[in-house]
T-cell receptor
Framework: GQQLNQSPQSMFIQEGEDVSMNCTSS?????WLWYKQDPGEGPVLLIA?????ELTSNGRLTAQFGITRKDSFLNISASIPSDVGIYFC?????????????FGTGTRLKVLA | DVKVTQSSRYLVKRTGEKVFLECVQD?????MFWYRQDPGLGLRLIYF???????EKGDIPEGYSVSREKKERFSLILESASTNQTSMYLC???????????FGPGTRLTVT
């Protein structure tokens, strides 16, 4: 199935550094979602975005819905060891009373203490 | 807190067995989904349901069926398990008004 382009694929950072990742698509979405997944666990929803240009924060996480509605960005400030995991985006398009979701390829984050 | 629960975290089944994976959500969501997740392939949609007794095939429905008799419960059935169905299975739910999709903890299924 289709996947969204997400970059970077993986990154090693030092504890305390800020992290940025993004998702791009050729399609327009009504909603952008960002998830974190730990090994062996289900994805946990971090942030949901509903409007083009919207900027939303959840603690040290900030995400933006791109104005073209074809991209989204996630920033993590002052990273800590428990930020380790896989982050992925999802674009959601409303159709016929339901939503169709397309997921990003994921960014694997490793934090060096 | 939204909660999506799955009946088992780990399952080991033999080839040819019939396997039931159950999912329950407590948010009164209309839409429920079953995905499988494999390394390098990402999340792939097996089936989804937009209402009780309604279902639609996703991208990889072959070898699977589903049942939704109650709004809160969505079951995935492997009619005759095969080794290529060894995977992580994830259930999710969402409302029709907002696009937020919530996942369960996953079931790691191994078919030997």
């Amino acid at each position: 199935g289709q996947q969204l382009n997400q970059s970077p694929q993986s990154m090693f950072i030092q504890e305390g550094e800020d992290v940025s990742m993004n998702c791009t698509s050729s399609s327009i979405f009504n909603t952008w979602l960002w998830y974190k997944q730990d090994p062996g666990e289900g994805p946990v929803l971090l942030i949901a975005l509903y409007k083009a240009g919207e900027l939303t924060s959840n603690g040290r996480l900030t995400a933006q819905f791109g104005i073209t509605r074809k991209d989204s960005f996630l920033n993590i400030s002052a990273s800590i060891p428990s930020d380790v995991g896989i982050y992925f985006c999802a674009g959601a398009a409303s159709t016929s009373g339901t939503y169709k979701y397309i997921f990003g390829t994921g960014t694997r984050l490793k934090v060096l203490a | 807190d939204v909660k999506v629960t799955q009946s088992s975290r780990y399952l080991v089944k033999r080839t040819g067995e019939k396997v039931f994976l159950e999912c329950v959500q407590d948010m009164d969501h209309e839409n429920m989904f079953w995905y499988r997740q494999d390394p390098g392939l990402g999340l792939r949609l097996i089936y989804f349901s937009y209402d009780v007794k309604m279902k639609e095939k996703g991208d990889i429905p072959e070898g699977y069926s589903v049942s939704r008799e109650k709004k809160e419960r969505f079951s995935l059935i492997l009619e005759s398990a095969s080794t290529n169905q060894t995977s992580m299975y994830l259930c999710a739910s969402s409302s029709v008004t907002l696009g937020e999709q919530y996942f369960g903890p996953g079931t790691r299924l191994t078919v030997t």
